[in-house]
């Protein structure tokens, strides 16, 4: 649930019910008024909302999952938040033919969102990391793409809140983000969230540099070649795995813990 710093509890899938308590009372008034439902306005919000109603409650999270086949797969997990100063948003992790995105829309001034963002992200009270997040169609809304979302989700499977800020817009939540475990389990079947088959060569460079760093023998070619193959059957023996040189679920797994450590 999100909570703190004048963030209350999401009562309802993706309508945001805020007990307005201390800050309802006026100066010498005995009770708060009754608590409020606020529905978030942003319109690409909305429409996200539309199928999540049909979707599975997790912890913070409510999931869909497109059951259809053909053209047009895609799953979404969503938690909401209010910020301090009033403003509701969804933070959503989302998967269109199985690649996935983290982003955050809110309640803002209806503006299209200039290019790359700084946005700052904190999970449970740990020291703040700052990213870039590109703007998304329609208003008042970033998301981080590519191999960051990859690690960023893993992070979050590990985390009970997670805060957000937008410095440049002014605007903070502090998001629940526990149940993420079930709810991408929900989506795996069609949203890579912690494995891939057929990993974009961009992606497996960026895992491929940051294993390096690490200390282990690996190209950075982001090709999955012989070279890579004999890496990844020498990454499997040391932790136990079978040894196929192949980037299975539990290997792919186990390289985006160790480059979390």
Not at 136 to 165: C, H, N
Not at 210 to 215: M, N, S
Not at 231 to 242: C, E, H, N, V
Request: aromatic share 6%.
């Amino acid at each position: 649930m999100a909570r703190g710093n004048g963030m209350l509890k999401r009562k309802t899938r993706m309508a945001l019910r805020v007990a307005l308590l201390s800050l309802a009372l006026a100066p010498g008034a005995a009770f708060a008024q009754p608590p409020e439902v606020v529905q978030i306005a942003n319109p690409l919000a909305q429409r996200l909302e539309t199928r999540l109603k049909t979707g599975r409650d997790f912890g913070d999270w409510t999931a869909y999952r497109n059951k259809r086949t053909g053209k047009g797969q895609y799953s979404l997990a969503a938690t909401t938040a209010v910020g301090p100063d009033g403003t509701p948003a969804m933070l959503l992790i989302s998967c269109v033919e199985s690649q996935p995105a983290v982003s955050v829309i809110f309640d803002g001034e209806g503006k299209i969102m200039p290019g790359l963002t700084r946005i700052e992200l904190q999970l449970d009270n740990h020291p703040a990391s700052g990213n870039l997040a590109a703007p998304l169609m329609g208003r008042d809304a970033v998301g981080i793409f590519d191999v960051r979302a990859f690690l960023l989700v893993q992070d979050m499977t590990k985390s009970r809140t997670m805060e957000v800020s937008l410095p440049g817009q002014e605007h903070s939540w502090r998001f629940g983000v526990e149940g993420l475990v079930d709810a991408i389990e929900y989506m795996q079947d069609q949203c890579r969230l912690s494995y891939q088959i057929n990993i974009v060569q961009s992606e497996l460079a960026q895992v491929q540099m940051q294993l390096r760093l690490k200390g282990y023998d690996m190209p950075a070619t982001g090709l999955m070649d012989d070279q890579m193959k004999s890496a990844t059957r020498a990454f499997q023996k040391k932790f136990g795995l079978p040894e196929t040189g192949r980037l299975d679920q539990r290997t792919y797994d186990l390289m985006l813990h160790v480059i979390n450590e």
